[in-house]
């Protein structure tokens, strides 16, 4: 029953969260990109009960948000991790062995190109087209830091010490 109840919470929690911004953008239908972005910013991902809330409460169509979100690329409808790690794999990255990196990032974490979030919702994975410093190949971005000339040992230096500061503030609490 408690379970229930905390579940209930959070659900009652997330949907005041998506109702404000809603509000912050007038529930305006025309402003349907910035609000998909504000909330995604805020959970992480794009769920199908959000999406059919914010249709419902924007008056217009699931099909529509829903084509939205999966029409660009920078929306999730999977949950993502708390840290994000993008890993450039375009042509200057990929010719110096990012796929070293990737491989050293999947065999810490227990992930695949098939899965590629933590079960424990920690870290993510993304794999990307270009992050436009080819000049610092290989680079990675992890929760938004640029690291340039990365090599497996360093991805894996980050992930640690994420892990670290992670089991510290948990232990604070």
Do not use: W
């Not at 910013?41 to 914010?54: A, G, N, W």
């Not at 360093?154 to 992670?166: D, S």
Request: some cysteine; hydrophobic content about 40%; charged content about 25%.
């Amino acid at each position: 029953m408690q379970e229930t109840l905390e579940k209930t919470k959070e659900m009652v929690d997330y949907l005041a969260s998506v109702n404000q911004i809603l509000k912050n953008n007038n529930n305006d239908p025309s402003r349907l990109i910035p609000i998909l972005q504000q909330i995604q910013e805020e959970k992480k991902y794009l769920s199908k009960d959000v999406i059919s809330y914010v249709a419902t409460s924007l008056g217009v169509p699931v099909a529509h948000v829903y084509g939205v979100a999966t029409f660009y690329a920078h929306f999730s409808l999977n949950p993502k991790g708390k840290h994000i790690i993008r890993l450039c794999d375009g042509t200057a990255c990929h010719v110096k062995k990012s796929h070293g990196i990737l491989n050293a990032l999947y065999e810490k974490l227990k992930l695949s190109d098939e899965k590629r979030t933590t079960d424990d919702l920690n870290f993510t994975i993304e794999l990307v087209s270009c992050l436009g410093a080819c000049g610092l190949a290989p680079v990675m971005v992890v929760d938004g830091e640029v690291h340039g000339q990365s090599t497996p040992a360093l991805a894996n230096e980050i992930v640690e010490k994420i892990i670290a500061e992670e089991t510290a503030a948990k232990g604070a609490n």
